[in-house]
């Protein structure tokens, strides 16, 4: 949250002087026993010291504020939620971050820009919301086997089908390090917690049900369901958890590299044009494809 903060910090006043800097300007922005800094030498240092990203953060941000709309109420309801989380803590996390509530704000703004950028054109169906409300209602205790490939993945299938034991399977073949020496166990676990695929999969199981392989971005698993409990807690109405889930989802629809080129292509519209020499190719190819922030 802070190096956000500090970076727009350090673009303003990069702004600030970029125009008087490569003049030799010789106006004093702080004065000390041991002799003074004048604004040539700060601007000097900023460029010296993440110039190039800090500048090409703000113009990415400028083009994305010109492209979208945040509003003040969204921002309000965005630090309401901060706020509800941290609890009384609030201005004691603001004092040690180095924060005030205007640069959390400010913070929040940019977040709700690269959000509305990288999530343009994701669709969530009704009936997946209503999917989530539901199984946040519930609990599932499970196990798993976690293996690279799928032949393995099929070959512990095999020797479960014929009996051999799942924990001592585990511990043999998962590539999950923090389960494997524990037979695999996860212990319970709520909605959003595992990955889609997982999660998928462990929700439409039945207790003591063992699955086919199972593949996700970390490999193939073999999912045991052990138990399933409702929860007691209200969570609510779905029309009141309705938007978060619909973010919840849509980030998992991201593609990374979908999202940057998408950005990317936002700059090169934009016709970008930089005045600082030594800032010429921050947004050349390559720059462009790292990510902001």
Do not use: W
């Not at 998928?200 to 086919?212: G, H, L, N, P, Q």
């Amino acid at each position: 949250m802070k190096k956000v903060i500090v970076a727009a910090s350090l673009t303003v006043g990069l702004l600030g002087l970029t125009a008087c800097g490569s003049k030799g300007d010789s106006e004093v922005v702080a004065k000390t026993n041991a002799g003074d800094v004048t604004k040539e030498e700060f601007y000097e240092a900023l460029k010296e010291n993440n110039g190039g990203e800090v500048l090409r953060e703000l113009v990415t941000f400028k083009i994305l504020e010109d492209k979208y709309e945040v509003t003040d109420k969204q921002i309000d309801e965005e630090l309401d939620k901060i706020k509800e989380q941290v609890g009384d803590e609030y201005e004691e996390v603001l004092k040690m971050q180095g924060l005030t509530e205007e640069d959390l704000k400010q913070d929040i703004r940019k977040s709700l820009l690269q959000e509305a950028a990288i999530t343009e054109g994701i669709e969530v169906p009704d009936e997946e919301i209503e999917t989530y409300f539901d199984r946040m209602k519930t609990e599932i205790e499970a196990r798993h086997i976690l293996v690279e490939d799928e032949e393995t993945a099929k070959e512990v299938k095999e020797k479960l089908d014929k009996g051999e034991d799942f924990a001592k399977l585990a511990k043999e073949y998962s590539t999950d390090e923090g389960t494997a020496a524990n037979g695999g166990e996860l212990g319970f676990f709520s909605v959003g917690t595992m990955v889609p695929e997982f999660e998928d999969k462990a929700f439409a199981m039945k207790v003591d049900e063992i699955s086919d392989p199972v593949q996700s971005s970390y490999g193939y698993h073999i999912i045991e369901v052990m138990d399933k409990k409702e929860l007691d807690e209200d969570i609510g109405t779905l029309e009141e958890n309705k938007e978060d889930i619909r973010r919840k989802l849509v980030e998992r629809k991201i593609d990374p590299q979908e999202a940057m080129e998408r950005i990317n292509k936002l700059i090169k519209d934009s016709k970008v044009d930089i005045k600082v020499e030594e800032f010429k190719d921050i947004f050349d190819e390559d720059a462009q494809m790292q990510p902001m922030g």
